[in-house]
Structure formats: structure tokens, C-alpha cells
């Protein structure tokens, strides 16, 4: 089991720049979320999947974030343009939901976005 | 929505004591309350975690209690050592409903 897949690892960007993150979750789990952490801060969630359908979206910056997950799988997350500040480590996480309900994520590595 | 909010958010012990790190929650209808641990430039992970039914779980040096009536929970490491330095992160979640809100960290350094 690979677990939760994200790339690229790091980018540095200039402002104005595009980018794209990544994220490939563990395989059955229907639940996949975007939270972005700023240096020193918890996590703080940008979108949440389930399946396919964004279910959870309120804090996206939606003028220049996007996100999309195709066929409830892979999901990927787009700045454009990007902005200082939005230097930051974003996370993939996924889960599933057991028996118990119980919300277990699984965090991928991070991609951490350096804007310049 | 949820807010969750978590203190200290530094914390030093020295190795062999204990440490507490406390969480509170708003949303009455919380009922998972899991922590996760991060090490430095590495993926938080689940280290332990609570449901609204129970008012204490433990797992060797680590535990958690609940307080529903004051919507507090508490994660409690004893015998600290120098591997516990890490980031905690406390969370709330509604069972079923899998939107899960984070505190703001709490760094703990274990000295020698």
C-alpha cells in the first residue's frame, strides 16, 4: 500500500505564476480532501471530496483556487495566479468511512509552494 | 461551523515528565475527537483518537479524556521522551459527516 500519493514535493513560483498539486489517495476511499498549512498553524480545509462530487468547498478561494477529482479518484489543485501569500504546505488527505464512522484521514507527504 | 481551539501552543518538559494539551470545542454535535502527531517535515498521523460515548482511552504513555458537558478533551503523554518532540494536533468531527476541523498545533519539545 502506497498510501496517500501527492506531487510535486516542492515548488517555487514566481507571483502570477500557475501551479497544479497532485494527489493520488489510497485505493477505496471515497473521501479525499485539500487542506492547506500555513507555517506554524493546523490544517485548515480548502475542499472535500466525496466520491466524485465536492461536497465541501466553502473555504476556497474560488477566484483562483480550483480543484477537480476525476472518476472519485485522483484530484488535482490548481492556483492561477498564484499569490505571496499563498506559500503554504498543501495537504491531500483521504479516508473511509468505517462501521464506527470514525474519520480516520490519511495525510499524504505535502507539496510545499514557495511564491517569490 | 466547527472551531476547535487548542493550548499551549508551545509546551518544553523535561524528559521523563508529563505533558498535557488541552482542546475545546463548539459544536455540540462533535463526537470524534482524534489527535495527530507531526514530526518535523513529516505528514501528521493518527496517534490516538476518541468517540462522545467514552470518557477516557489510553494506549500505553498516551491518553485522551473527554469532557462533553464542557466540550473540552485533553490529551495526556507521561513519561515523556526525546522521540515525542513533535507537533499535536487535536481535531472534532461529526461521525458519519467526515468534515474534520483542527486545532492550531501545540510544539512539544522533550528535553534531555
Known amino acids: 500500500e502506497a498510501g496517500v500519493v501527492q506531487s510535486p514535493r516542492y515548488k517555487i513560483i514566481e507571483k502570477k505564476q500557475p501551479v497544479a498539486f497532485w494527489c493520488n489517495p489510497i485505493?477505496?476511499?471515497?473521501?479525499l480532501y485539500w487542506y492547506r498549512q500555513n507555517l506554524g498553524q493546523g490544517p485548515e480545509l480548502l475542499i472535500r471530496?466525496?466520491?466524485?462530487?465536492?461536497?465541501?468547498d466553502s473555504q476556497l478561494p474560488k477566484d483562483r483556487f480550483s480543484a477537480e477529482r476525476l472518476k472519485g479518484v485522483d484530484s488535482t489543485l490548481k492556483i492561477q495566479p498564484a499569490e505571496l501569500g499563498d506559500s503554504a504546505v498543501y495537504l491531500c488527505?483521504?479516508?473511509?468511512?468505517?462501521?464506527?464512522?470514525?474519520?480516520?484521514?490519511?495525510f499524504g507527504a505535502g507539496s510545499r509552494l514557495t511564491v517569490l | 461551523g466547527e472551531n476547535v481551539e487548542q493550548h499551549p501552543s508551545t509546551l518544553s518538559v523535561q524528559e521523563g515528565d508529563s505533558a498535557v494539551i488541552k482542546c475545546t470545542y463548539s459544536?455540540?454535535?462533535?463526537?470524534?475527537f482524534p489527535w495527530y502527531k507531526q514530526e518535523l517535515g513529516k505528514r501528521p498521523q493518527l496517534i490516538i483518537d476518541?468517540?462522545?460515548?467514552?470518557g477516557e482511552k489510553k494506549d500505553q504513555r498516551i491518553a485522551v479524556t473527554l469532557n462533553k458537558t464542557a466540550k473540552h478533551f485533553s490529551l495526556h503523554i507521561t513519561e515523556t521522551q526525546p522521540e515525542d518532540s513533535a507537533v499535536y494536533f487535536c481535531?472534532?468531527?461529526?461521525?458519519?459527516?467526515?468534515?474534520?476541523?483542527f486545532g492550531i498545533g501545540t510544539k512539544l519539545q522533550v528535553i534531555p
Open positions: 476518541i468517540r462522545s460515548n467514552v
Open positions: 488527505a483521504s479516508s473511509l468511512q468505517v462501521n464506527s464512522g470514525a474519520n480516520v484521514l490519511t
Open positions: 481535531a472534532a468531527s461529526i461521525r458519519g459527516y467526515q468534515k474534520v476541523t
Open positions: 471530496y466525496e466520491n466524485e462530487e465536492a461536497v465541501d
Open positions: 485505493s477505496g476511499h471515497n473521501t
Open positions: 459544536d455540540s454535535a462533535s463526537n470524534y
